[in-house]
């Protein structure tokens, strides 16, 4: 079954361009492989990632993810059956969100007339509708209850 998932992280610490550079191309690399394709946002501080792929091959990735000293805080946020990709031409897509001329292309996404929820996603995290703090506030228990 093809699926997207949609996960948020937090950078350990803050990314130089060449370390997005050096990630991108890790990822890349290991996604043309598996037959993965997605889109990776970075703000700064915060990372939102779509991947597409077979399930068992996306969920094995995502633990791999998970035990990247590189991020924490970590959430899974949607796991959806798709009919097609939507980034099916990118094995790894990687656009920083203080670039004014990338932050187009996220742009360009929104243009879309049947946008997939993962286009939402990213257009609302480009362009600070939606904060990942926020999104781990709400998926955080609250202590005493």
């Known amino acids: 079954m093809l699926i997207e998932f949609?996960?948020?992280?937090?950078?350990?610490?803050?990314?130089?361009?060449t370390e997005l550079e050096?990630?991108?191309?890790e990822c890349e690399q290991r996604n043309h492989i598996e037959k993965i394709t997605g889109m990776q946002l970075y703000d700064g501080k915060h990372f939102m990632q779509v991947?597409?792929?077979?399930?068992?091959?996306?969920?094995?990735?995502?633990?791999?993810?998970?035990?990247?000293?590189?991020?924490?805080?970590?959430?899974?946020?949607?796991?959806?059956?798709?009919?097609?990709?939507?980034?099916?031409?990118?094995?790894?897509?990687?656009?920083?969100?203080?670039?004014?001329t990338q932050l187009q292309t996220v742009t360009e996404l929104r243009g879309k007339t049947r946008k997939p929820l993962s286009y939402e996603l990213l257009y609302a995290f480009a362009h600070n509708e939606l904060?990942?703090?926020?999104?781990?506030?709400?998926?955080t228990p609250s202590e005493g209850k």
């Open 6 to 17: 949609i996960y948020t992280s937090t950078a350990s610490e803050p990314f130089s361009w």
């Open 22 to 25: 050096v990630l991108r191309h």
């Open 51 to 100: 991947l597409e792929g077979q399930e068992k091959k996306v969920l094995a990735l995502f633990e791999l993810i998970k035990s990247d000293p590189r991020h924490n805080n970590i959430e899974a946020l949607i796991q959806n059956p798709i009919d097609k990709r939507n980034f099916g031409d990118w094995a790894m897509g990687l656009i920083t969100c203080d670039e004014k």
């Open 131 to 139: 904060t990942i703090d926020d999104i781990v506030e709400t998926n």
